[in-house]
């Protein structure tokens, strides 16, 4: 069993950042594959950016350049630092993991930003 929670989240104007957390619960963090997804309204959730456990990394066109994850498995936490934030980057984001078959999300945390 592994529980997310995310924090990080707000409005913003467009051009600005924001940084997201994730704390994870669970021993075995270190080797687990952490992701964040993302959900606009009337939109499917989509990957932003994935990390593996020897650190590397996967973005979506989308955020390449302007976002950026990264984790400190001393402290069970995954981040996504963005950058340079876009009107259409507004969605709720997910922080998710997977332990064999099973999927694990957290709570979510609403980014807006405005024009």
């Known amino acids: 069993q592994v529980q997310l929670v995310e924090s990080g989240g707000g409005l913003v104007q467009a051009g600005g950042s924001l940084r997201l957390s994730c704390a994870a619960s669970?021993?075995?963090?270190?080797?687990?594959?952490m992701g964040w997804y993302r959900q606009a309204p009337g939109q499917q959730r989509e990957l932003v950016a994935n990390?593996?456990?020897?650190?590397?990394?996967k973005y979506a066109d989308s955020v390449k350049g302007r976002f950026t994850i990264s984790r400190d498995n001393a402290k069970h936490t995954v981040y996504l630092q963005m950058n340079n934030l876009k009107v259409e980057d507004t969605a709720v984001y997910y922080c998710?993991?997977?332990?064999?078959?099973?999927?694990?999300w957290g709570q979510g945390t609403q980014v807006t930003v405005s024009s």
């Open positions: 990390i593996t456990s020897d650190g590397t990394t």
């Open positions: 998710n993991t997977r332990i064999g078959p099973f999927p694990y």
């Open positions: 669970g021993r075995m963090f270190s080797i687990y594959v």
